[in-house]
């Protein structure tokens, strides 16, 4: 087999939808897999729906997944320009060579005369479609003779350039992922190659880019299957080798009925695209899974078992490890259903992974965001005291913002079942032990031994006291262990909580 080269190649036409990612990363991963050049090419040929940053989004999301093109638009490569806006010429040679072969023709039916026609078959109950059984009795150069197409051309009237699709065939298709396919010729029609404006349709600059620029494997979403027998057939008109295909099945809304969109999102509160988008024309902000606090290894892991799986049923893997054991073979045609519970799973994995040094940058900002002071020394324990129950490091300051504010009140319910008779004599015990010691005796193991001693010696209930401190501390029965809670609070801030929980009196 000839080198593997595939490509990813949006349009920008907006923000990167999650689907998109998952294409992207299932071509960088075969190409990996293979020893292959993964290629970015932007397809921007409709620019009536070009959207200003979209192409700068693209490139910036793929760089945050850490999905990186060694071939492409912002990556250079001997096979460009990979625009295809900067591509026009290109495509206008091949559509006049296929119009030579007599395999395409000139088409100069206007809007009106094509409303027209499709009015009338509706009236009849038919659909119309520009294709092998009509083409001849409508406004083109295989209906007009050689001397009236000239003199449209020479007089400068409007026109397309058609596909002539052959008629009675069956074609064999075969698929990757999907299998054989049998497509009969007359139930496709003459899709446009070359616009009026100059510019060619997705289907033409597709099948040149892709001959040009020497990709093996076609890689792409499903919604691109009712294509294919269209493409294949260019590849044949031109007398090109086709690449083989493989068409990945859609990404699915959580209720697992329908394709997954904006509003699927919005309703379940995920994200769908990577990083923030802002669309200008509407005025609104969407936000992006880098944004809402993924890491973009779990985001990644968990889009790669969306759809395929591994035969050893392991869960967790790196991006070399994926690519080391991604099979096309194995991935589904079903659709995958969007788990938002799964990839809440997958980012605490990721979580629990890293380092507290590795995830205090990201902690510290969030302190910034709600004006909070950052002390590297004592949100590292704070991290490590929380990370292992939570999926973001935003749980982690959510959990732990007692480490942070103060309480000014009291859970009520744990009040009434902790205090009682003996709570000012423990809340005084508590004071005078702390107030003994040395700020360099805030540690867990002295602490600890501290306070079971002191509560024996004085004689006073284990439990009682114990929660009577947490809640003195914390203003409700939750943290880590309580020695662990006075060290990363320190002397100082201790001796002051339970002061103001003596003058609240632990009841509000």
């Not at 190409?31 to 090419?41: E, I, M, T, Y």
Request: charge should be negative; charged fraction near 25%.
């Amino acid at each position: 087999m000839s080198k593997v080269r595939v490509r990813f190649a949006p349009s920008p036409t907006g923000a990167l939808h999650i689907g998109g990612v998952r294409t992207a990363l299932y071509n960088y991963l075969f190409a990996k897999k293979h020893g292959g050049d993964f290629l970015l090419r932007i397809e921007d040929t409709d620019q009536t729906r070009y959207v200003e940053g979209a192409e700068k989004y693209i490139l910036d999301a793929l760089a945050w997944c850490g999905i990186s093109p060694n071939e492409g638009q912002g990556f250079g490569g001997e096979f460009g320009p990979y625009k295809q806006s900067e591509r026009k010429e290109i495509y206008k040679k091949y559509a006049l060579e296929l119009v030579e072969k007599k395999q395409a023709y000139y088409a100069f039916d206007t809007p009106g005369e094509l409303d027209s026609t499709r009015k009338n078959h509706e009236q009849s109950g038919e659909t119309f479609t520009y294709g092998p059984l009509n083409r001849e009795t409508l406004n083109n150069s295989l209906s007009l003779s050689p001397e009236e197409v000239q003199e449209k051309l020479t007089a400068g009237i409007p026109y397309v350039i058609r596909f002539k699709i052959p008629k009675d065939k069956t074609l064999h298709l075969q698929d990757i992922i999907r299998g054989n396919i049998n497509i009969e010729s007359n139930t496709l029609d003459d899709k446009i190659l070359f616009k009026s404006d100059g510019m060619p349709t997705y289907h033409l600059a597709n099948v040149v880019d892709d001959y040009l620029m020497q990709i093996t494997h076609v890689i792409r979403g499903e919604e691109w299957l009712p294509s294919m027998a269209l493409h294949v057939l260019l590849y044949q008109a031109f007398g090109f080798q086709p690449p083989l295909f493989a068409h990945l099945p859609l990404l699915l809304k959580p209720e697992g009925k329908g394709k997954l969109s904006k509003r699927d999102a919005d309703k379940h509160g995920f994200p769908i695209f990577p990083l923030n988008w802002e669309d200008k024309t509407e005025g609104t902000l969407a936000q992006g899974f880098r944004e809402a606090g993924y890491f973009p290894e779990a985001l990644l892991n968990f889009l790669a078992l969306l759809s395929w799986s591994d035969p050893s049923g392991e869960e967790i893997f790196s991006l070399d490890e994926l690519a080391q054991r991604f099979e096309l073979e194995n991935v589904s045609k079903s659709g995958a259903r969007f788990n938002v519970e799964k990839i809440h799973w997958y980012n605490g994995q990721y979580l629990q992974k890293k380092s507290s040094q590795e995830i205090l940058p990201i902690f510290e900002n969030l302190l910034r965001e709600k004006n909070i002071t950052s002390n590297p020394s004592k949100d590292l324990k704070v991290i490590e005291s929380l990370k292992e129950r939570a999926s973001f490091v935003s749980d982690i300051l959510e959990e732990g913002m007692y480490f942070y504010q103060s309480p000014k009140t009291f859970d009520t319910k744990a009040a009434q079942k902790v205090l009682g008779e003996k709570t000012p004599e423990i809340v005084q015990f508590y004071l005078e032990l702390f107030a003994s010691l040395q700020e360099s005796q805030f540690t867990f193991e002295i602490l600890s031994e501290k306070i079971k001693q002191g509560i024996t010696d004085n004689q006073l209930p284990m439990g009682p006291s114990m929660q009577t401190l947490r809640l003195g501390l914390v203003g409700k029965m939750a943290g880590p262990d309580v020695a662990l809670i006075l060290e990363i609070l320190g002397k100082e801030e201790s001796i002051s909580r339970l002061i103001f929980a003596k003058q609240y009196n632990l009841e509000g």
